[in-house]
C-alpha cells in the first residue's frame, strides 16, 4: 500500500515552454502533497506544501507564479513549470500524505530544459 | 526552528563491515525522526522511523536506528553492509504540529566497497 506515482519520469522541453509534472496517490486519499526539488549531490529542498481544495502554500523564495500547484483532487496534484529556463532543470519529487504522519514519496521526474 | 546536520558526506565501508550514519537534529519541541534511502534516479524510500517509545528502532534491510534526546542525535547502523546498500542516505526530521512538513539533512552517501 501506500504508493505514489509521478509522470512523467523525465521530460525534456524548450526554453520558454511549459511543462507539467503530475504526482498521483494509488491506493490512498491524499489529503496533502509536498514538492520538493532536488539538485544533483544535494539535499530535498521543500518547494510548496498543497492542500486538497485549497491554494498551495511556497516556501520562502520558490516563485508561485512560475511553479503553479494545482491539488484539485485527493489523488492528484500537479506542478507545473512556467516558462521553463535552463536553470530549471533539476530533479523534481512529491510527497503524499493521508494524515500528516508520514510522507509516502514519488519516483521522482527529472526536468532537463534545453 | 528545526534543523538536521548529517556530519558526513561520504562514508565508504567495505562489504560485511558495520556501518554508522550519524544524524543530530535541533528542536525546541518534540520530533518524529525518520531515514530515508535513495538509490539514483529514484525517490524516497523510508527505512525507520521514531515517533515515540522504545528509542530503538528496527527498519527495513536489517537498518537500525537510536533515538538519544540528550544528544540529540538519531544515528543510523547496519552491523554487515552489502554492495546493494550503497545509496544515499537522508535523516529527516517533523514537528508533530499540523503541517506534516519534513526537514532534510544532507545526505550522507554511502559507499559499499567489495
Known amino acids: 500500500g501506500a504508493v505514489v506515482s509521478q509522470h512523467p519520469s523525465r521530460v525534456i522541453c524548450k526554453s520558454g515552454t511549459s511543462v507539467k509534472i503530475e504526482c498521483r496517490s494509488l491506493d490512498f486519499q491524499a489529503t496533502t502533497m509536498f514538492w520538493y526539488r532536488q539538485f544533483p549531490k544535494q539535499s530535498l529542498m521543500l518547494m510548496a506544501t498543497s492542500n486538497e481544495g485549497s491554494k498551495a502554500t511556497y516556501e520562502q523564495g520558490v516563485e508561485k507564479d512560475k511553479f503553479l500547484i494545482n491539488h484539485a483532487s485527493l489523488t492528484l496534484s500537479t506542478l507545473t513549470v512556467t516558462s521553463a529556463h535552463p536553470e530549471d532543470s533539476s530533479f523534481y519529487i512529491c510527497?503524499?500524505?493521508?494524515?500528516?504522519?508520514?510522507?509516502?514519496f514519488g519516483p521522482g521526474t527529472r526536468l532537463t530544459v534545453t | 526552528a528545526q534543523s538536521v546536520t548529517q556530519l558526513d558526506s561520504q562514508v565508504p565501508v567495505f562489504e560485511e563491515a558495520p556501518v554508522e550514519l550519524r544524524c543530530n537534529y535541533s528542536?525546541?519541541?518534540?520530533?518524529?525522526l525518520f531515514w530515508y534511502v535513495q538509490y539514483p534516479n529514484q525517490g524516497l524510500q523510508l527505512l525507520l522511523k521514531?515517533?515515540?517509545?522504545?528509542?530503538l528502532v528496527k527498519g527495513i534491510n536489517g537498518f537500525e536506528a537510536e533515538f538519544n534526546k540528550s544528544q540529540t542525535s538519531f544515528h543510523l547502523r547496519k552491523p554487515s553492509v552489502h554492495i546493494s546498500d550503497t545509496a544515499e542516505y537522508f535523516c529527516a526530521v517533523k514537528s508533530p504540529s499540523n503541517t506534516g512538513k519534513l526537514i532534510f539533512g544532507q545526505g550522507t552517501t554511502l559507499q559499499v566497497k567489495p
Open positions: 528542536s525546541s519541541v518534540s520530533v518524529y
Open positions: 521514531y515517533l515515540s517509545g522504545s528509542t
Open positions: 510527497s503524499a500524505t493521508e494524515d500528516r504522519s508520514e510522507q509516502y
